[in-house]
Nanobody
Framework: VQLQASGGGLVPAGGSLRLSCVVS????????MAWFRQAPGKEREFVGH????????YSVDSVKGRFTISRDNDKNTVYLQMNNLGPEDTAVYYC??????????????????WGQGTLVTVSS
């Protein structure tokens, strides 16, 4: 499987962006998908995931209520909708895929396939 993330850019605080992760090689519905991010000088951080069924999501507290993960099976794409962005959201965002049905964050880290990342910069 190959993952291609896109949609990053420069946005003012309070703005919105939608990131895309196109999955090629197999149907996106075969995978549990996750978004991670890595801010400058910081460790990579889990943002949220969508399991194989596409019916459950999970987000860390810092993005709850602002970020939403969704999937379009016809386009073989997973999205990360980000609203009310702040400078603390500045990071490279990565998507990850694993065939594990209900993966933990550690399983994404260890067994996931990764895209190349897309940079999101939020100006204050």
């Amino acid at each position: 499987v190959q993952l291609q993330a896109s949609g990053g850019g420069l946005v003012p605080a309070g703005g919105s962006l939608r990131l895309s992760c196109v999955v090629s090689g197999r149907s996106v519905s075969f995978y549990s998908m996750a978004w991670f991010r890595q801010a400058p000088g910081k460790e990579r951080e889990f943002v949220g995931h969508l399991d194989k069924s596409g019916s459950s999501t999970y987000s860390v507290d810092s993005v709850k209520g602002r970020f939403t993960i969704s999937r379009d099976n016809d386009k073989n794409t997973v999205y990360l909708q980000m609203n009310n962005l702040g400078p603390e959201d500045t990071a490279v965002y990565y998507c990850s895929a694993t065939s594990i049905a209900r993966p933990t964050v550690l399983q994404f880290e260890r067994f996931g396939r990764w895209g190349q990342g897309t940079l999101v910069t939020v100006s204050s």
